[in-house]
């Protein structure tokens, strides 16, 4: 059915990119010493972020409610996608992929990967590669020995070089009250960081969704480690 082609690679592609409205995602990653680790990621969306895209294609057929809601709410399709996006990337294994539809109606996708090298992080933080040019959204990811520490940082790189986004701007009110969650367990002491805490080796990032949505550059994680 093409409305559900159409549905399915808005979902995806909104997922990937992590900035829409509705959305809350927890990131729980673990670094090694040689730079390898592992990440398990959550994803919650609202049910109001279905009830506006069922109420969107209803106006237009209403005959095709049933089928939308469905299709919606069909995990099987997205996990698929998932699967095959960590296939064709070299560098990450996938452990698991699942996708629940809870009690009041909203649902939650659980990611869980293992990265063989720091830099594949960008990646996973980074719209999908998959048909964008040069001038794409990047994310950098600098992993520096200093001998007695190390400097860490992940920095969203939009395209807009001042990380303006208009129609975030535009939307911003749906992103009220919405966190992201980034919690990172690195090999070493944190000796600083720009995290919101931070205890021992693990950072705790809290991210505003309202914030991001209009202004991307706000995701910078910054650390320095004490060997």
């Not at 990440?39 to 972020?49: A, G, P, T, V």
């Not at 809870?102 to 720091?118: H, L, Q």
């Not at 070089?161 to 919405?178: I, P, S, V, W």
């Not at 919690?183 to 309202?210: L, Q, R």
Request: hydrophobic share 35%.
């Amino acid at each position: 059915m093409r409305i559900k082609n159409i549905l399915l690679l808005f979902i995806s592609a909104v997922l990937i990119l992590q900035f829409t409205s509705c959305l809350e995602f927890e990131r729980n990653i673990k670094i090694n010493p040689d730079g390898s680790g592992s990440e398990k990621q959550r994803i919650n969306i609202d049910r109001s972020f279905y009830d506006m895209m069922i109420m969107l294609v209803s106006s237009l057929d209403s005959g095709k409610t049933k089928g939308i809601r469905d299709s919606l709410y069909n995990h099987d399709d997205f996990v698929k996608k998932i699967r095959t996006d960590f296939e064709n990337t070299p560098g990450v294994t996938l452990n698991n992929v699942e996708g629940v539809t809870n009690s009041d109606s909203s649902t939650s996708y659980f990611i869980d990967y293992n990265f063989n090298t720091i830099k594949m992080l960008g990646k996973m933080t980074s719209t999908n590669p998959e048909g964008l040019g040069e001038d794409a959204s990047k994310t950098e990811v600098i992993w520096e020995d200093k001998g007695k520490e190390i400097y860490f940082r992940i920095k969203y790189i939009p395209k807009d070089e001042n990380g303006q986004n208009n129609t975030g701007k535009d939307m911003a009110y749906m992103f009220e009250g919405k966190k992201m969650k980034i919690n990172v367990e690195f090999p070493y002491e944190i000796k600083s960081c720009n995290a919101a805490d931070y205890s021992g080796n693990t950072g705790h990032w809290v991210i505003g969704m309202k914030e991001l949505s209009e202004d991307s550059s706000l995701l910078m994680l910054e650390a320095v480690l004490k060997k």
